[in-house]
C-alpha cells in the first residue's frame, strides 16, 4: 500500500468521515449536556483481571469482583445482554439484565459502542453454556472511544499499518500483546541470570563526544549549551571497559543503542542491546556464558529450549556448534584462507568469485566478504563463528601466534548474527594503532569507521585486566523467541517514514 492511501486511512478528510463516528461524537456529547462526560471520570477501583477470574473460578465463584476493560463485543437480547471486555490480561464474559443494573442504566449500556471502556462490578458465575462471566450489578462508561475498531483488521495485510497504529494493533491482536509480554519477560529472565551470576546493572552516557565501539554511521548532534558537537552512542563498549578498569569486575547494560542505517527486518535505527565484561576470563568465557544464558532464558520464558522458528526446529539444548570463520568459508564457499597470505591473492579470489570488494578493503575484510556471502545462511543451528580477521575487530585480542586473526566469535541461529564477543584488547599501545587505523579509513571516506577515543587509551595505559566482553542485539533474541519475521514486530515503535500529514 503506497503512503497516500495510508495516510487517507490513517486521517481521513471531515466529508470522509464515516456515520459511526458521527454517531459516536453526537452520543459524546449527548453524554456532556447530561452531565455524564466519560472524560471527567478520574478513577475506579479494580479489584480482579480476567486472567485471575478465569483461573480462580472455583475460589472466586459466588464472590463481588470488580472488572474493567475496553467492550470487544455485545449481544442485547431484550432485557438482558451479554459482553466481552478485555483488559491487559485478556477477555471474559460479562452477563448484563436490566432489572440488576437499573432501567436508566441499562438503557445508557446500549447506547455504549463496541471500543468504549467500562467498568462492572457483580459476582463470578458460570453461564448454562459452560463460559466463566461476572453477572453484572452495576456498570459504568469510563471513557469514550470515538474512532469504531477494525473488524477486520486482523486479516489486514497492511502490516505498515499497523506498526504506525499499534495501539490498535495490540487492541485487537492479542498475538501481538502476547510477543510483547514475553519480550518483556525474555529481558527481566536476562537479568535474573546475571544478577545470579554476580554482575552488576550500570548505566553509561547516551550522548557521548566520540561515537565508538562499533563500526557504524551515528546520529550527530549539538549541545548548545556546550557549544558541543555531540552523538547518540553506537555501543555500550568503551564506557563499560572503563567500569573494568576501574575495578568494577562484572558488568552488563541493557540500553539503546542508535545506528543512522536503513531499516530491513533486521534493522531498525534505535534497538536494545545488551552488552557485558568480565574481569579475568576469555572469549571462550564468553561463549560458554552465552550458551547458558539463552538456553536458561528460553526455559524459563517458553518453559523448553526446543523451539520452531518459521518452518524451523532450533535446539538450543544441544551444545552449540564452534568453527571458525577460515574453515567455515572453506566448508561452505571451498575457499581456504589459511593458504592465502597476501592481500593482492585476496582480492584476485574475490574477483575469481564474483565477489565485490573496495579499494579501502583490506585483507580480512575479504575474507569477511567470503563468510557473508557462501556461509551466513546455511547457520542454521546454534553456531559460534570463531577467529575474526583482525582487520575488521578493531578491539578484540590477537591470537596467540597467529596475529592476522583475533580471539573473537560471533552467534548465529537460523542464519543470523545473534551475539559478537572478544577477547578484548587491554594493550594500550595495540589498541592506539588500531584506532589510528580506523582515523585513516575514516577520512578515506568510511563513515562507520571509530575515532580515535583518547580518554579510552589513557584509561588502558591503567591497566585493564584481561576480560571477556559479549554484546546480544535484544531484539533479535526476542524474535527468534517469538518466532517473529521481522526486528518491527518485537519493536513497540519501530521507526517509520513519515507520512506527508505528520509534518
Same mark, same amino acid.
Given at each position: 500500500? $503506497?503512503? $497516500? ?25 449527548? *453524554? ?92 463470578? =458465575? ?19 472511544? *470515538?474512532?469504531?475498531? &477494525?473488524?477486520?483488521?486482523?486479516? #489486514?495485510? @497492511? %502490516?505498515? *499499518? ?16 502476547? /510477543? ?43 549541545? $548548545? ?22 575495578? =568494577? ?22 534497538? !536494545? ?11 571462550? +568465557?564468553?561463549? @560458554? *556464558? ?12 517458553? +518453559? /523448553? ?10 535446539? #538450543? ?16 564457499? $571451498? ?5 592465502? !597470505? %597476501? ?25 569477511? #566478504? ?11 543451528? &546454534? !553456531? ?9 575487530? &578493531? ?5 596467540? +601466534? ?9 552467534? =548465529? ?91
Amino acid at each position: 500500500m $503506497n503512503d $497516500n492511501k495510508t495516510n487517507q486511512q490513517m486521517e481521513p478528510s471531515v466529508e470522509e468521515f464515516s456515520e459511526q463516528v458521527r454517531i459516536r461524537r453526537d452520543k459524546l456529547s449527548q *453524554l456532556k449536556e447530561s452531565g455524564h462526560d466519560p472524560y471527567l471520570l478520574t478513577t475506579f477501583d479494580v479489584n480482579a483481571t480476567a486472567k485471575e477470574i478465569n483461573s480462580q473460578f472455583e475460589q472466586l465463584e459466588g464472590k463481588t469482583v470488580v472488572i474493567a476493560g475496553r467492550m470487544m463485543s455485545r449481544r442485547i437480547m431484550g432485557k438482558a445482554s451479554f459482553c466481552h471486555i478485555q483488559d491487559s490480561t485478556g477477555r471474559l464474559q460479562s452477563y448484563v439484565r436490566r432489572d440488576d443494573v437499573g432501567e436508566e442504566d441499562y438503557a445508557a449500556f446500549k447506547k455504549w459502542d463496541i471500543g468504549d471502556i467500562i467498568g462492572i462490578a457483580g459476582f463470578v =458465575f458460570r453461564t448454562q453454556t459452560g463460559e466463566i462471566s461476572v453477572h453484572a450489578k452495576e456498570i459504568k462508561l469510563l471513557s469514550k472511544s *470515538l474512532l469504531p475498531l &477494525p473488524e477486520k483488521w486482523h486479516g #489486514l495485510k @497492511d %502490516t505498515d *499499518l499497523r506498526y504506525r497504529q499499534r495501539y490498535v494493533d495490540l487492541i485487537v491482536n492479542p498475538e501481538v500483546r502476547d /510477543t510483547f509480554l514475553k519480550r518483556s519477560k525474555i529481558i527481566r529472565e536476562i537479568r535474573n541470570y546475571l544478577d545470579e551470576q554476580h554482575f552488576i546493572e550500570v548505566e553509561t552516557p547516551t550522548l557521548q563526544t566520540i561515537a565508538g565501539g562499533a563500526a557504524a554511521r551515528p546520529f550527530i548532534t549539538h549541545h $548548545n549549551a556546550l557549544d558541543l558537537e555531540m552523538y547518540l552512542r553506537i555501543s555500550l563498549e568503551l564506557y563499560l571497559k572503563r567500569l573494568i578498569v576501574g575495578g =568494577f569486575d562484572r558488568v552488563y547494560e541493557i540500553g539503546r543503542v542508535f545506528r543512522n542505517e536503513g531499516t530491513d527486518t533486521r534493522h531498525n535505527p534505535e534497538f !536494545t542491546l545488551l552488552e557485558l565484561y568480565q574481569a579475568y576470563t576469555d572469549f571462550n +568465557g564468553m561463549m @560458554d *556464558l552465552t550458551e547458558e544464558m539463552i538456553r536458561t532464558v528460553s526455559k524459563k520464558v517458553l +518453559g /523448553t529450549a526446543q523451539i520452531r522458528y518459521g518452518d524451523l526446529d532450533i535446539d #538450543l539444548d544441544k551444545p552449540f556448534a564452534r568453527m571458525s570463520m577460515v574453515e567455515a568459508v572453506k566448508k561452505y564457499g $571451498n575457499v581456504d584462507f589459511s593458504e592465502i !597470505t %597476501t592481500l593482492d591473492e585476496a582480492r584476485a579470489l574475490a574477483k575469481q568469485h564474483h565477489i565485490e570488494y573496495e579499494e579501502r578493503h583490506k585483507f580480512g575484510d575479504i575474507v569477511n #566478504l567470503f563468510f557473508e556471502t557462501y556461509c551466513e545462511d546455511k547457520l542454521m543451528q &546454534p !553456531t559460534f563463528i570463531t577467529g575474526h580477521p583482525v582487520d575488521i575487530s &578493531p578491539l578484540a585480542k590477537r591470537q596467540p +601466534g597467529n596475529p592476522q586473526y583475533t580471539e573473537r566469535f560471533e552467534l =548465529f541461529i537460523v542464519g543470523r548474527e545473534h551475539a559478537n564477543a572478544f577477547s578484548e584488547l587491554n594493550d594500550p599501545i595495540d589498541q592506539r594503532e588500531r584506532f589510528m587505523e580506523q582515523a585513516r579509513l575514516k577520512a578515506m571516506g568510511d563513515d562507520e569507521a571509530c575515532d580515535v577515543d583518547e580518554d579510552f587509551l589513557n584509561a588502558l595505559e591503567y591497566g585493564m585486566p584481561p576480560t571477556g566482553g559479549l554484546g546480544i542485539g535484544v531484539d533479535r533474541l526476542v524474535m527468534l523467541l517469538t518466532d517473529s519475521a521481522s526486528i518491527r514486530d518485537v519493536l513497540l515503535f519501530p521507526t517509520m517514514k513519515s507520512l506527508p500529514n505528520d509534518k
